[in-house]
């Protein structure tokens, strides 16, 4: 699958964090989905490889039926079993030019940069997006370093390759982002956490929206 931009509007990073009892993370997601998710990265960090599998795979079908990328998180060995739509990693994962390698040329990689030095060696080593943040405080990752939004705006204007905010984002702050040049928001807890998924991602779509429409 070749990403579209306009596929990076409202990219989900699943949590299992905030399921809740008796509830599976395959619900949460279609809950996502139904309420206009354009993306979802299938993040886990402590189940063990067969359940994982299981679980991206059920997930996996659900984004086809969605026909939504499906990326899979650091996991590279994970996305190129199942035959995921990509795979995303941090600046602690696997080098971006050694992923690539590994996935191919037609599948989705993103990877995530703080700095405009590291978005450029991401775009040059075979990235197809990039993931900015954290943008605002955020209780998701406990490493993540926030980034001002002037360097947010400097890293869409260094590269030809879209660009996405991610951490501590909320449909109250979104619209801070607007004409900084980015393609759209990457969220966890503001539609995870919320007790109307469908809901909370129908409004992050329309704040969204409106913020990219004014780049």
Known sequence: MKLDKKDLLLYAVTDRHWLGEGERLYDQVEKALKGGVTFVQLREKDLDEASFMEEAKEIQQLCRE????FVINDNVKLAV???ADGVHVGQSDMEAGDVRAMIGPDKI?????????????????????LGVGAVFATSSKDDAAEVDHQTVEEICRAVDIPAIAIGGITAA????LAGRGLSGIAVISAIFGAADIEGAAA???QVTKEMVEKE
Not at 109 to 124: I, M, N, P, W
Not at 173 to 176: F, K, S
């Open 66 to 69: 969605y026909g939504v990328p």
């Open 203 to 205: 409004a992050l779509k």
């Open 81 to 83: 079993e199942i035959d």
């Open 173 to 176: 702050n979104t619209p801070v």
């Open 109 to 129: 990689l993103g990877v995530s940069t703080q700095t405009v030095e590291q978005a450029l060696a991401a775009q040059q080593r075979g990235a197809d997006y």
